[in-house]
């Protein structure tokens, strides 16, 4: 059986739906459609799931504003990224009034994750003690890791022939 992973922003329903409708269609054509919602036990650690996805051999990425600044799906996009062969792995969904195909477009994202990195050098350099903080340091890295490979994963995907969220519903993802 094939089995396709999905990276997605999952705190929207939208998203939900729509991976929801990409399950049943994988289903019907015998694949396995490997997602959070059913590869993640209670207590079991998320950032193995992603690791797994970033090492998957067929990654959907259903592709968003909202998954642009998620730092589960960013984390998720560069671990795609590290292990090659994107283009060959990933099929990317795009969704309406997604845009980051225009290098104004891409900049926008690229704030977002200098903003996010402000904010956490901010709240570290307001503690008084800042002993123990080396997990907060690791998100702060991770953060610098978004930012710096933003542009160069946006440009990679905006190169890519994709397809809106329409045309992979209309053909039942075919």
Same mark, same amino acid.
């Given at each position: 059986?094939?089995?396709?992973?999905?990276? /997605?922003?999952?705190?929207?329903?939208?998203?939900?739906?729509?991976?929801?409708?990409?399950?049943?269609?994988?289903?019907?054509?015998?694949?396995?459609?490997? $997602?959070?919602?059913? #590869?993640?036990? /209670?207590?079991?650690?998320? $950032?193995?799931?992603?690791?797994?996805?970033?090492?998957?051999?067929?990654?959907?990425? !259903?592709?968003?504003?909202?998954?642009?600044?998620?730092?589960?799906?960013? /984390?998720?996009?560069?671990?795609?990224?590290?292990?090659?062969?994107?283009?060959? #792995?990933?099929?990317?969904?795009?969704?309406?009034?997604?845009?980051?195909?225009?290098?104004?477009?891409?900049? $926008?994202?690229?704030?977002?994750?200098?903003?996010?990195?402000?904010?956490?050098?901010?709240?570290? =350099?307001?503690?008084?003690?800042?002993?123990?903080?080396?997990?907060?340091?690791?998100?702060?890295?991770? /953060?610098?890791?978004?930012?710096?490979?933003?542009?160069?994963?946006?440009?990679?995907? =905006?190169?890519?022939?994709?397809?809106?969220?329409? !045309?992979?519903?209309?053909?039942?993802?075919?």
């Amino acid at each position: 059986m094939v089995s396709v992973y999905v990276s /997605y922003a999952w705190k929207e329903e939208a998203q939900n739906r729509l991976v929801d409708k990409l399950a049943q269609a994988c289903a019907a054509r015998g694949i396995e459609l490997l $997602r959070d919602r059913n #590869r993640i036990g /209670y207590g079991d650690s998320i $950032r193995a799931f992603m690791n797994e996805i970033g090492a998957g051999e067929h990654v959907v990425l !259903v592709l968003s504003e909202a998954y642009f600044k998620s730092a589960y799906c960013m /984390y998720e996009l560069c671990r795609i990224y590290e292990h090659g062969d994107v283009r060959k #792995r990933v099929k990317p969904l795009v969704l309406t009034g997604t845009s980051f195909h225009k290098p104004t477009d891409r900049l $926008r994202y690229l704030k977002h994750w200098e903003t996010e990195i402000a904010n956490l050098e901010a709240e570290l =350099a307001g503690l008084a003690d800042p002993k123990g903080t080396l997990d907060s340091r690791r998100d702060l890295d991770g /953060y610098a890791e978004f930012r710096r490979q933003m542009d160069k994963l946006l440009s990679m995907l =905006a190169d890519m022939n994709t397809l809106t969220e329409e !045309v992979h519903v209309d053909s039942d993802f075919a």
